[in-house]
């Protein structure tokens, strides 16, 4: 783990109130902390099939951008920000969504509408599907 970089991370949110949105490359970027994502999921893939599918999505043309919604930020070392939701901004498709993340066994996969943060809404018009562990 990047601990320069996971510090950062938390230092940037850790005095904002929530929601804490972060793009998915900063999330991955020096993450190897598999409690970070996908806790739940059985057996577990490991965080770097988490971070080539996830962050993979950019290189499409129809996904704009990749978001973690920051559950929990824990201020001991060693221990990256925890996320079970990830919101894809773009037109992909809800099923080829699916599809593509099911390797990673995702709970959830469904379009947002209401429940979008300010930030995401802000700077895109694009729709947005969600993707969660829990």
């Known amino acids: ?18 929601p804490w949105v972060v793009s998915a490359k900063r ?3 020096g993450n190897d ?10 057996p577990y893939p490991g965080i ?8 993979g999505l950019l ?7 990749v978001y973690a919604l920051l559950d929990e930020l824990d201020l001991s070392e060693n221990v990256w920000p925890s996320t079970d939701l990830f919101f894809v901004v773009g037109t992909i498709p809800p099923d080829e969504l699916r599809n ?6 995702p709970d959830e996969i469904c379009p947002v ?8 809404r802000q ?8 993707a969660r562990w829990t």
């Open 1 to 18: 783990m990047d601990l320069i970089k996971c510090n950062s991370l938390k230092g940037d949110f850790y005095l904002q109130p929530k």
């Open 27 to 29: 999330f991955f970027d």
């Open 33 to 42: 902390d598999a409690s970070s994502v996908g806790w739940n999921v059985t």
């Open 48 to 55: 770097d099939a988490f971070r080539d599918l996830l962050t």
């Open 59 to 65: 290189s499409r043309p129809d996904v704009e951008a």
């Open 100 to 105: 593509i993340l099911n390797p990673l066994e």
């Open 113 to 120: 509408q209401f429940s979008v943060p300010e930030i995401i």
């Open 123 to 130: 700077q895109h018009r694009a729709p947005v599907v969600a």
